[in-house]
């Protein structure tokens, strides 16, 4: 069938977003169509956009990880129990599901594991085919805007500080670019586990909201030295799990606001992909410096049970049509959204 996607042919700048009329193919073996309703937009989309070191693509590609929409077509073999136009939610990782990781409950480590959007095209488009594998329940009468903003952001920021920075009730968590979808994810998260939350952010209307949603003290690390404000307000202790998806220059600096013995957890690096790391303060103070791409498509089932009682919130900054992609890119660039940027397909 054909349907209108945005696609881009060449890396580059936004412009290189072109919305097209494009083939897809009819759903295969345990395959379905969804009629896309919502796909947001994360930083992943920016890099892919840009070209990442060893990313080959199929042209025209498609962007968006995040997606929701409804049951449209299914393959053969397809779970029967997907009825045509129930409303869905995208798992945004594929894997084998056959190997000892995915058997395990580890698909995110799957030799062959994709990111939808990046290594596979993704939801910039009216319909998808994704693996019926994909498919989760929809967190109750939630608008496609708000589910949209979920999938990733969530799955990253719930293996970051649930599965692997392991936060306990008491324990300190400072989260970096409060505004970040990950970050507005990770507050919470960490909340719902009982943790003190220090969220930095660098400007002041963007602390005020990273307040509203959840965190106990924001730091303005453009007035403020951070690792001097954590060690401040814990005494001196440091912070027992720092959350840390900037990299570069600002992963030394939260080895610094580590308690001894506590934990930073990495899973990007906006800010560049070298950093220069004093293992004096890794080894002697026992940090755990720890890597994290986002998680198993079981935990999701979690997340979205915790979004449909309304104990955690997916924040959304605007909406705006697919067709504004370029538009889109240029916002989540300039850094102006709290939260996520949502794509709304007609």
């Known amino acids: 069938m054909k349907t209108e996607a945005v696609v881009l042919r060449a ?96 698909d995110n480590l799957c030799r062959r594991y994709a990111i939808l959007g990046e290594h596979v095209s993704g939801g910039y488009a009216r319909h998808v085919v994704v693996p019926d594998t994909n498919l989760l329940p ?30 306990r009730p008491g324990q300190t968590v400072r989260t970096q670019a409060a505004g970040s979808g990950v970050s507005s994810a990770a507050i919470q998260i960490a909340r719902l586990h009982g943790a003190r939350v220090l969220a930095t952010t660098g400007t002041d209307a963007k602390a005020a909201r990273a307040r509203a949603l959840g965190a106990h003290e924001v730091i303005n690390y453009a007035t403020q030295d951070f690792v001097a404000e954590v060690k401040r307000l814990t005494s001196r202790r440091g912070a027992d799990l720092v959350i840390d998806h900037v990299g570069g220059d600002v992963l030394a600096r939260s080895v610094l606001a580590a308690a ?29 410096l720890l890597g994290s791409t986002m998680g198993s498509k079981g935990s999701m089932f979690g997340i979205l049970e915790h979004v449909r009682a309304g104990r955690l919130v997916p924040v959304v900054d605007r909406v705006m049509p697919l067709w504004d992609a370029r538009e889109a890119h240029r916002v989540l660039e300039a850094r102006e959204a709290f939260g996520k940027v949502v794509l709304e397909v007609d």
């Not at 506590?262 to 220069?276: E, I, L, Q, W, Y």
């Open 11 to 106: 890396h580059g700048g936004p412009e290189v977003l072109v919305r097209e009329t494009i083939d897809l193919p009819e759903p295969g073996p345990r395959e379905v169509r969804v009629r896309v309703r919502a796909v947001a937009l994360n930083h992943l989309d920016v890099w892919v956009r840009r070209g990442l070191p060893n990313l080959t693509l199929e042209y025209p590609h498609r962007l968006g990880s995040d997606i929701v929409g409804e049951v449209d077509a299914l393959g053969p073999g397809a779970r029967t129990s997907l009825a045509a136009g129930a409303r869905v939610v995208v798992s945004p990782g594929t894997s084998c599901g056959v190997c000892e990781r995915c058997l395990a409950g580890e």
């Open 260 to 288: 001894a013995g506590g934990r930073v957890v990495t899973c990007g690096a906006t800010a560049g992909f070298t950093a220069s790391v004093d293992l004096r303060h890794v080894f002697f103070r026992q940090i755990e």
């Open 138 to 167: 929809y967190p109750g009468e939630l608008p496609f805007a708000q589910a949209a903003a979920v999938p990733l952001a969530f799955l990253t920021a719930w293996q970051m500080v649930v599965t692997k920075g392991r936060v």
